[in-house]
């Protein structure tokens, strides 16, 4: 078992770090948070006083960490000084294309290896070890961190050269806004029409409609499997996750000149639920803001 670092132990990096511990890694916990790091504590870490003292002597650092931003500053400030020259980097943050890049060069260039690899899942995955990893990175980076991830996940997949993973999770996150948004609006107009909402659904889940948004994920209570829409749109993936998800892949197609009209219809109507004060909502509460 290894020394591990763990910085960002949030709604996301609490769970994680605990299941590094429970595997039998030496877990070096820090966070901002008071609360955040005495959480960490109590699931067997051991809390660090900064970043840097989590950080020396790791065999491995990972960060979990809200945007890009905090990853750039963490690295800069705290990785990039501390770090052992054999140690794996493993950014699981959701952030952009762009910065996930200049990190992992900046760390070759410092002789570090690093690897993106966010996640797909959320916060019960996190907790309960069964999360999916989608690394970006070289084959030597991605074998260095892939024991590390399968600790903490079910699924541990190379997305390809750095930024591969954060740009898998983006174009992901997009569709799943995309068919989201579909969904709930088929099934509005499916009621306006007088079409009883479990035989659509019966018939659009073994249709060409299907997807994991209508089968897996239905955004009516009472349809399908249950779901965050049969606890009024509580727990789940927040509707505000998903806009800052959909606001990555929007500035990644303006860069990359792709043509993702949906998409922008999507972050929009995300974007309207936000500023409805439903962020915290799950993000399938969507078609309740479309029924009006
Ligand atoms: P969170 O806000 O709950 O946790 C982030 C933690 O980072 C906080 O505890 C904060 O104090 C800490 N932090 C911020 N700056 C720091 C610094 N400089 N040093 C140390 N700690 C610092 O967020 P979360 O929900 O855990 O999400 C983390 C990441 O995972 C995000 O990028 C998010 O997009 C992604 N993600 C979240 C979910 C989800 O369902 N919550 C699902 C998939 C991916």
Known sequence: MAR????????????????LAKKGHDVRAFDLSADALARAEAAGCLAANDASAAIAGAEAIVTMLPAGTHVESVYTDAVFGSAAPTAILIDCSTIDVATAKRVAEAALAKGLTAV????????GAAN????????????????????FL???GKAVIHAGASGA??????????????????????FLLAEKLGLDAQKFYDIASVSSGQS?????????????????????????????????DLRLAMAAAEDSGASTPMGAKARGLYERLAEQGQGGLDFSALIRMLRG
């Open 150 to 152: 399968a600790d903490m």
């Open 212 to 244: 994991w948004s209508m089968t897996s994920y239905c955004p009516v209570p009472g349809v399908g499997p249950d779901t965050p829409a049969d606890h009024d749109y509580q727990g789940g993936f927040a509707a505000a996750l998903m806009l800052k």
């Open 165 to 186: 993973g954060q740009a898998a999770k983006i174009c992901n996150n997009m569709l799943l806004g995309v068919t989201m948004a579909g969904t709930c609006e088929a």
């Open 4 to 19: 591990v670092a763990f910085i960002g132990l949030g709604n996301m990096g609490g769970g994680m770090a605990a299941n």
């Open 116 to 123: 993106d690899a966010p996640v797909s899942g959320g916060i």
């Open 128 to 147: 309960a070890g069964t999360l999916t990893f989608m690394v970006g990175g070289s084959a030597e980076g991605f074998a260095r961190a892939e024991p």
